[in-house]
């Protein structure tokens, strides 16, 4: 007997009042999303009541190359003002480049300085400081660079090719600084760990502190501590018994994660599940996500993570990347992975709201909400299922491939959308049963996001470790080019940049679930 299967959801829509000032003539150009004004798209911080986010970016064009530090500040993370270049390429140690690197607060005096890769004029890497010229300037304007630069050089067995993207730094019980850098050596992705007493002299530790031999070179690597038991985010410096770290690396073009134990007296670091290990590798997000950086905020309490957002589309449009929302990490109540969620301040720019509840949808029907024709917005829904048990039935998973045993689903989203739905942009659900056990398949679809041939249209899917027979929930951000994902309160995330022709501007019909 067939049964047929329905869903009941609960629906709020914000429309965002940031609008693009670009205009139709640039109608894929982000609102709400940090974004240069022009060309190609490294270490933020918060410091004396600012935020500030330095960026690689050639001042030229929109490819890679001339890569320089630009620097832009802001009170509140989401409206930012562009300041003059902080680093540029001047010196023989960095002149083809000033690339990735991080800043770290200098305790006590209070000091910001920075850690940076350059690309010497042998086309080495190395690592260097810069500190701010004038202290008591809360924009930090103006940067000056050590006259003991490159403090750190690929020696003794390191490529010089592979050797980059330095860490914020942290102190040991011992009061000594700590930083790794990001690099592969034999093959094997590695982070070099260096320490130092003033900052300036940096010895490379006779061992690293973790490396891989699953994957390769390593690039921004980054390093923090998260609580087991508290949901504020914690200082670089900090370790106890309640204490997790974090390894973060970015390689094949996405940023993985492993959770451990770190013991700060032996600079000894143990990850509970390595590096591709298991069948369910962790990553920040499951769509276009890279070379992140993390920092902890020290007003709020929390750790605050940004992503690059590559494109999918060609560099015709005079710019080239930006910035994920800013998005708080914490430590998953479990234990074996990190939540994420957009900042709080997100929610001041909301205008409209649109509500609905406790609403069926039966299998394969399309429900159009009214009223709602937007390219800026943020929608939170969430699922239920009722009588899921009864629904899903058991197959036989020695005789069929599990990928294959869809049982309930798709649900979900479709965004910037047109009338037809001939273009479309899907954010949904899959359930499955395998073995007596529910696994729940989150996807982000744009095989239809564009009648563009010359764009990406990728599928991306992640697995969500969350109950179905509760509810499952969902949060999308919409920014004219860019639609991210939040499943499972933000256990898994998936960003994806779409190109609509038919679903822009005013010619976006209501949003379908």
Same mark, same amino acid.
């Given at each position: 007997?067939?049964?047929? @299967?329905? +869903?009941?959801?609960? %629906?709020?829509?914000? %429309? *965002? ?12 150009? #982000? ?19 600012? =935020?500030?986010?330095?960026?690689? =970016? ?21 409206? +930012?003002?562009? $300041? &003059? ?23 006590? @005096? ?6 940076? #890769? ?18 008591? &300037?809360? %924009? ?27 860490? #914020?730094? +942290? ?30 002299? +940096? ?5 690293? $502190?973790?490396?891989?031999?699953? /994957? ?9 501590? @998260? ?6 985010? $914690? &200082? ?49 997000? =499951? ?7 993390? *920092? =902890? ?12 957002? /590559? ?53 394969? /029907? ?16 969430? *699922? ?16 069929? &491939? ?12 479709? @965004?910037?959308?047109?009338?037809? %739905?001939?273009?479309? #942009? ?11 056990? *529910? ?71 209501? $949003?379908?679930?």
């Amino acid at each position: 007997m067939k049964r047929s @299967v329905y +869903w009941i959801f609960l %629906l709020h829509i914000m %429309l *965002f009042v940031h609008g693009n000032k670009a205009g139709a003539s640039q109608p894929y150009r #982000t609102a709400y999303h940090f974004q240069p004004l022009k060309n190609w798209m490294n270490g933020p911080m918060y410091y004396k009541g600012v =935020y500030h986010l330095f960026y690689q =970016y050639n001042p030229y064009a929109a490819v890679w190359g001339n890569i320089s530090w630009a620097h832009s500040v802001s009170y509140n993370l989401i409206d +930012w003002m562009h $300041l &003059d270049n902080a680093i540029n390429p001047t010196e023989p140690y960095d002149i083809g480049g000033c690339w990735s690197g991080s800043a770290t607060i200098l305790p006590g @005096v209070g000091k910001p300085v920075i850690l940076y #890769t350059g690309d010497n004029f042998e086309n080495h890497q190395v690592q260097n400081l810069a500190v701010p010229k004038n202290i008591s &300037d809360p %924009l930090l304007r103006e940067w000056v660079k050590s006259g003991r630069n490159p403090l750190m050089t690929p020696v003794n067995g390191i490529d010089p090719k592979m050797y980059r993207d330095p860490t #914020t730094a +942290w102190q040991g019980s011992d009061k000594i600084w700590r930083v790794i850098i990001g690099s592969q050596i034999n093959g094997h992705g590695t982070a070099i760990l260096y320490r130092s007493k003033d900052f300036v002299s +940096w010895t490379r530790s006779q061992y690293p $502190l973790h490396s891989s031999n699953r /994957t390769g070179m390593w690039e921004c690597p980054d390093f923090y501590p @998260v609580s087991s038991r508290g949901k504020n985010g $914690l &200082d670089p410096s900090f370790n106890s018994r309640d204490t997790k770290h974090v390894l973060k690396a970015s390689f094949g073009d996405h940023d993985y994660y492993v959770i451990g134990n770190y013991d700060s007296k032996m600079d000894y670091y143990t990850a509970d599940v390595d590096f591709m290990d298991s069948n369910v590798q962790l990553r920040y997000d =499951y769509g276009l996500f890279y070379a992140s950086k993390s *920092f =902890y905020d020290s007003d709020k309490k929390r750790r605050i993570l940004w992503g690059w957002v /590559t494109e999918a589309d060609n560099i015709n449009k005079g710019w080239s990347g930006i910035q994920s929302i800013p998005r708080t990490i914490l430590l998953d109540k479990t234990g074996k992975q990190l939540v994420q969620w957009p900042i709080k301040e997100l929610e001041k720019l909301r205008e409209k709201e649109v509500s609905l509840q406790n609403k069926e949808l039966k299998g394969g /029907t399309v429900f159009k909400i009214a009223g709602v024709k937007a390219s800026q917005a943020d929608i939170e829904v969430s *699922f239920k299922l009722p009588n899921l048990e009864v629904q899903i039935e058991l197959m036989d998973t020695k005789s069929v &491939d599990p990928q294959q045993l869809w049982v309930v689903g798709p649900f979900g989203l479709l @965004v910037l959308a047109s009338e037809d %739905l001939t273009e479309q #942009t899907a954010i949904f659900f899959r359930i499955f049963k395998v073995d007596d056990k *529910f696994a729940v398949l989150m996807c982000s679809d744009q095989s239809r996001s564009s009648q563009k041939r010359d764009v990406g249209k990728n599928i991306f899917g992640a697995l969500l470790v969350v109950d179905p027979t509760q509810k499952i929930s969902l949060r999308t951000l919409i920014d004219h080019s860019i639609v991210e994902s939040f499943g499972g309160e933000g256990k898994a995330c998936i960003t994806a940049r779409v190109y609509p022709e038919l679903a822009i501007d005013k010619k976006i019909p209501p $949003l379908c679930i």
